[in-house]
């Protein structure tokens, strides 16, 4: 049964996205196919789910498949068929062109050709009134041909032109466009517990590769910078395949390609070292493997038809009369046998199972092992070695192996089935301990290599090929193992692929729009951000812009000056985020009222932060001037000491119309904590000034004091500063007393 979905909803990671469908239907099978999916999908990551039906419908299963589109179900666009008919354009016009150039070389050609008397005879008069008509008829017709080739000529250029038009605006349309008389799409096919006949609502989800996000900000300010509204934007290219019409998006700042495992807690045990136990689940290749299709090789790997039932496996050779004999004297599992020469221990069980079992579960050391298929022919015996039970070691030994070989495959693994009533249970055990201790379990030491024991990756291939055949093995990121079964060729679903990921590669190179940076993570935490209003977003590889949100932000101006450097005043804007995510740093474009002011960078700014500011340039409407006088005095006992004393006179001046809270930044000598003769004294300091420590727009800065006043509308502010620094009389400052 097919259905069409409807895309609800797709989360942008920073690589990649998740894609949510719906369908809706009045009744369903047991298995249903959502058709029309994009070519990109991740086949490990479809999931589905039952949103709405009848009591007990669920889904069991969930696969990807592939879907074909033929003929009329396939829906060209108008570009496409205004390339094909540039295309007929243009070779029919070529045609005439051509056409004309032979004709223009045919007459080229012609030529008059003069009489050749006979020896002896007279010259003939020339035929000079047919000559002339010649003439005239090929100058007559060559200007012709010449008028209509150059008319011609130039419906080719044209024609050339539009069809270059055509197929460029075919190259940058959407990727969702088709172009193919035939289209290969993926599927995705729920097996259902049930049938259904009311209405069902089903919900699917995969993942897509190609997919790209970036921020970026507007902040639109009102006159004198009293406020304003910050609104966050995203870049997003994505060429999945399928445009995104009127979705809810969401963005991450997350990436799909981080593994979650659950971590392993590692136990610190005190006393002797002992070696690292295996991983469970999972165990080396079983000897004889090869042997469990000799029957398959035998019969030429030819099909059975269908309903022609399986031929029965052959007989095991029969065991050796000595082993027959030794069988004889096994006693039944509920009988045990007397201890003798040859017989085993009174607590083990001899009876030849018909279903291999693992070691208890209480055994320390033992893998968990999953249920074996059973076997109709019991297995023959060894012959019994040592003495007192030492046969049951081989007896052991081919049972496991048997087990495994039923098994077959690198990965295969045997658990208890507690469901299994009359199974045949026996312990994997080894021979009997040289000390005397009795039997130890069977640990295995086999290490698997990395990746063998994410068993949704792991694929075993079928019987035909060779060398491969009984053996898990790892598939990649991007596969096509559920091509098989689709009606087209193999070859043409792999270079759709291809294409697909060549796609998706190109997309995550491409390169970033200006001043944009590369999504992560913020100080080790993610954020997501939902969009406010359906967005639509084609399938075109390049980068197109979307509204995500309204950030709610305090914005408060603020002016900083540091005269001693230059005199201009600079505008910044204090930003105070009181969201519950982080605002990732990008650009910015700031607007005054209806006028662009300019495009800045914005910081990165963590949720509740208040002390990050936005820089907007100079503020030529607040004036700043400074002026130093520097006085050299002798001081102390019999004059001893230099008094090298520094005045600042400052004056502000706001002609902007809004009261301004402006920041004059200053700086004093500093001491060495070793040069104990050096003192700097702060005299008189009207205002009084604030001592600055520690890190400022992430700058610390020793020495930094700094003046904040809030300057009227038109007004004026003056500030004064005396600064002595206190120094011996054979000493002076490194590059000069004068400071300021």
């Excluded at 419906?155 to 605006?169: P, T, V």
């Excluded at 295996?278 to 165990?283: C, E, M, N």
């Amino acid at each position: 049964m097919n259905v069409t979905s409807d895309l609800q909803t797709v989360t942008i990671y920073r690589e990649g996205a998740v894609c949510t469908r719906r369908a809706k239907m009045e009744g369903v099978s047991k298995e249903v196919r959502v058709v029309g999916l994009p070519m990109g999908l991740v086949s490990g990551s479809v999931r589905g789910r039952i949103l709405t039906g009848p009591v007990g419908l669920r889904v069991l299963d969930v696969r990807p498949g592939f879907d074909v589109q033929f003929g009329d179900t396939v829906d060209e666009s108008a570009e496409v068929k205004a390339r094909d008919a540039a295309k007929i354009e243009v070779s029919r016009l070529e045609a005439s062109f051509n056409r004309f150039d032979g004709e223009l070389r045919e007459l080229q050609s012609l030529k008059p050709i003069a009489f050749t008397p006979k020896e002896g005879e007279a010259p003939r008069a020339a035929p000079v009134e047919a000559t002339l008509t010649l003439t005239g008829f090929v100058d007559t017709r060559m200007e012709q041909l010449l008028k209509d080739k150059r008319a011609v000529e130039k419906q080719l250029k044209d024609a050339r032109e539009e069809l270059q038009l055509r197929e460029r605006r075919l190259n940058e349309a959407s990727s969702e466009k088709r172009s193919q008389r035939a289209k290969v799409t993926r599927a995705i096919v729920l097996s259902l517990s049930m049938e259904a006949t009311g209405p069902v609502e089903l919900e699917v989800e995969y993942q897509v590769p190609g997919v790209r996000w970036v921020p970026n900000y507007t902040l639109r300010l009102e006159k004198g910078f009293q406020g304003g509204t910050l609104r966050m934007r995203a870049s997003v290219a994505q060429d999945t395949g399928e445009d995104w019409k009127g979705v809810a998006l969401s963005l991450s700042t997350a990436t799909l390609l981080r593994r979650t495992d659950v971590p392993e807690l590692k136990s610190l045990r005190i006393g002797r070292s002992q070696p690292q136990p295996p991983k469970p689940g999972f165990r080396a290749l079983p000897p004889g493997l090869d042997e469990l299709f000799a029957g398959y090789d035998s019969m030429g790997r030819t099909a059975l038809p269908q309903g022609t039932p399986m031929p029965p496996p052959p007989a095991p050779p029969p065991p050796p009369m000595r082993q027959q004999e030794k069988q004889k004297k096994m006693a039944p599992r509920d009988e045990p046998a007397p201890e003798e020469d040859g017989a085993y221990p009174e607590e083990v069980a001899a009876a030849a199972p018909q279903r291999s079992r693992a070691a208890p579960r209480n055994a320390p050391g033992a893998p968990p092992m999953a249920s074996a298929p059973s076997m109709s022919v019991a297995m023959p015996m060894p012959a019994a070695k040592g003495r007192g039970g030492g046969a049951f070691g081989g007896v052991a030994r081919m049972a496991v192996g048997a087990a495994a070989s039923v098994v077959g495959g690198v990965g295969s693994m045997m658990k208890d089935s507690e469901d299994d009533e009359g199974g045949a249970e026996m312990d994997m055990l080894s021979e009997e301990s040289p000390t005397g201790s009795g039997f130890a379990p069977v640990i295995p030491t086999y290490t698997p290599a990395e990746g063998l024991l994410d068993y949704d990756r792991l694929r075993m291939p079928g019987p035909e090929v060779s060398g491969a055949r009984g053996k898990l093995s790892q598939t990649s990121d991007f596969d096509a193992v559920f091509a098989i079964g689709v009606s087209v060729q193999l070859d043409v679903v792999m270079a759709v692929l291809s294409t697909w990921q060549q796609r998706s590669i190109k997309v995550n190179h491409l390169a970033l729009p200006p001043r944009c940076v590369q999504v992560a993570s913020f100080d080790q935490f993610d954020f997501r951000y939902d969009c406010v209003a359906p967005v639509e977003v084609a399938s075109t590889g390049t980068w197109s812009t979307v509204a995500v949100m309204e950030c709610r932000v305090g914005l408060s101006p603020q002016y900083v000056c540091v005269p001693s450097v230059e005199p201009k005043v600079y505008r910044t804007l204090a930003i105070a985020n009181s969201t519950s995510t982080a605002l990732l740093s990008g650009p910015v474009e700031v607007s005054v009222g209806d006028e662009f002011l300019m495009t800045t960078t914005m910081p990165a700014i963590p949720p509740g932060a208040n002390t990050e500011r936005l820089g907007l340039g100079v503020e030529e409407a607040i004036k700043v001037a400074r002026k130093t006088n520097f006085v050299e005095t002798t001081g102390g006992f019999l004059g001893g000491s230099q008094v090298l004393k520094h005045e600042l006179d400052l004056e502000v001046n706001n002609r902007l119309s809004t009261p301004a809270a402006i920041e004059i930044r200053e700086r004093v000598p500093v001491a060495y904590p070793s040069e104990k003769d050096i003192k700097v004294e702060e005299a008189e300091v009207k205002p009084p000034w604030e001592k600055v420590e520690g890190v400022v727009d992430g700058v610390a800065i020793s020495g930094m004091r700094r003046w904040r006043l809030t300057v009227p509308p038109g007004g004026r502010t003056t500030m004064t500063a005396q600064v002595l620094v206190r120094i011996p009389a054979d000493k002076m400052l490194v590059g000069g007393n004068r400071r300021g």
